[in-house]
């Protein structure tokens, strides 16, 4: 039985994804024997897949690719989807995320069923810290909750249902926290290290990914009243 799944997402990281696989893999062959891959190419036009392919050959792994880029929500879904673990955790291809944050987070899973994590120290720019701060700015103003997750959780396979989480973008990493957070639900925060990524540049750095989450926000809370309104008339 697969006891944790770690879904790595990618899009155009050929370059980093040989050296980011073999470190996960180490890692996970000393620390989590009974773990498996499952990498997720959202839509490349290099050879990302291929090289996935032949990092992860020898170790528990399925590699699944999307025919044209569509979002970091999407990849999470299709992973989850193809995930055979009783858990689950994610990480991007771009080596920012070290494998021992697997460690930390899984040491948080004491008497809960979901781990959010925030970094220790990141500093990707004063664009970048406009664009988060603006995010959580909305979050607060839309659902009334002060966002405590910065990077990847880990959560009970059972939970995440990717047929009730509709985001493709990558505010489906901000809804599961925000439905946790706003129902009470038991969780825990843990601090992870984020280091510089091995090559390339960020493909999410935009002012304009405010204007999507603000949408993304407004549906989330139309459906969340609906979801009251239906349980309330007993539906």
Not at 22 to 44: K, Q, T
Not at 49 to 64: I, K, N, Q, S, Y
Not at 69 to 74: S, T, V, W
Not at 153 to 170: A, H
């Amino acid at each position: 039985m697969t006891d944790l799944s770690v879904i790595v997402f990618a899009f155009n990281e050929a370059e980093n994804v040989p050296a980011v696989l073999a470190e996960l893999v180490a890692w996970l062959r000393a620390h989590e024997p009974s773990s498996e891959v499952v990498f997720v190419d959202d839509g490349s036009s290099d050879d990302t897949a291929g090289a996935a392919g032949r990092a992860l050959e020898g170790f528990p792994h399925r590699v699944e690719r999307h025919a044209t880029n569509r979002g970091i929500g999407a990849a999470l879904k299709t992973g989850v989807r193809a995930a055979r673990g009783a858990w689950i955790t994610f990480m991007p291809a771009d080596g920012q995320i070290e494998p021992d944050a697997i460690a930390t987070l899984r040491d948080g899973a004491k008497n809960v069923d979901v781990v959010f994590s925030v970094y220790e120290d990141r500093d990707d720019g004063l664009d970048r810290k406009i664009l988060s701060a603006g995010v959580r700015a909305l979050i607060r103003a839309v659902h009334g909750v002060t966002m405590r997750s910065d990077g990847p959780y880990l959560v009970r396979r059972r939970i995440f249902d990717p047929d009730d989480l509709p985001p493709d973008t990558f505010f489906l990493n901000f809804e599961l926290p925000i439905r946790t957070m706003a129902a009470g639900l038991p969780h825990r925060i843990v601090t992870i290290r984020c280091r510089p990524r091995l090559a390339g540049s960020s493909k999410s750095k935009s002012l304009a990914r405010i204007v999507g989450v603000a949408k993304d926000l407004a549906d989330l809370r139309r459906r969340r009243l609906r979801r009251a309104v239906k349980l309330w008339r007993g539906g």
